[in-house]
C-alpha cells in the first residue's frame, strides 16, 4: 500500500457556494426573476452552463418549457435537485442530496437564485486549464 496521493497544490477545489443560500435578495432583477418567472430564470442559468456568454440565449428554451411543465404538477423540485447536484458536482461543491433536495423543495426561489448567480459567478472567472509547455527551439550560434 503507498501513500494517498496528495492533490497538487495548483489545483484547487471550490468547497463552497460562491453565494450563500440565504442570499437571495440581490440583485433585485434576478431576485423578482426567480419569484414571479422562475422558469425564464432556469432556462437562462442552463443556457449559461452550455454557453458562458449567452451568445445563442432565448428567454424560452427548452429547459424553460421543462421546468413549467414539472412545476404544473408540483414536481420542479426534483428537477431544481437534479440540477443542483450537477452543479455542484461541476464546479467542485460540497453537499449532499439530502440537502438538495431539501433546498429544492422548501425553498425553490433561493434555489434557482443560487444556481443562477454561482454559474454566473463561475462563468465570469478564468478559465485555466492544461497549457502545453513550450517546445524546444534551436538557437543558432
Not at 503507498?2 to 433585485?28: I, L, M, N, R, Y
Not at 428567454?59 to 423540485?77: E, K, M, R, S
Not at 465570469?124 to 509547455?133: F, H, K, L, S
Request: glycine content about 10%; hydrophobic content about 30%.
Amino acid at each position: 500500500m503507498g501513500a494517498p496521493e496528495s492533490e497538487s497544490p495548483a489545483v484547487q477545489q471550490q468547497t463552497e457556494w460562491t453565494h450563500g443560500f440565504w442570499d437571495c435578495c440581490s440583485p433585485a432583477g434576478t431576485c423578482l426573476g426567480s419569484f414571479f418567472c422562475s422558469c425564464c430564470l432556469f432556462g437562462k442559468t442552463q443556457s449559461r452552463l452550455e454557453d458562458p456568454q449567452l451568445k445563442e440565449h432565448s428567454y424560452v428554451n427548452g429547459n424553460c418549457c421543462l421546468y413549467y411543465l414539472t412545476a404544473q404538477i408540483g414536481f420542479h423540485w426534483v428537477l431544481l435537485m437534479i440540477r443542483r447536484g450537477q452543479i455542484r458536482q461541476r464546479f467542485g461543491i460540497e453537499g449532499s442530496g439530502v440537502n438538495d433536495c431539501c433546498t429544492s423543495y422548501w425553498c425553490p426561489c433561493c434555489v434557482i437564485m443560487q444556481h443562477e448567480k454561482e454559474v454566473e459567478a463561475q462563468s465570469e472567472r478564468p478559465q485555466t486549464g492544461y497549457q502545453a509547455p513550450a517546445g524546444m527551439a534551436y538557437a543558432p550560434q
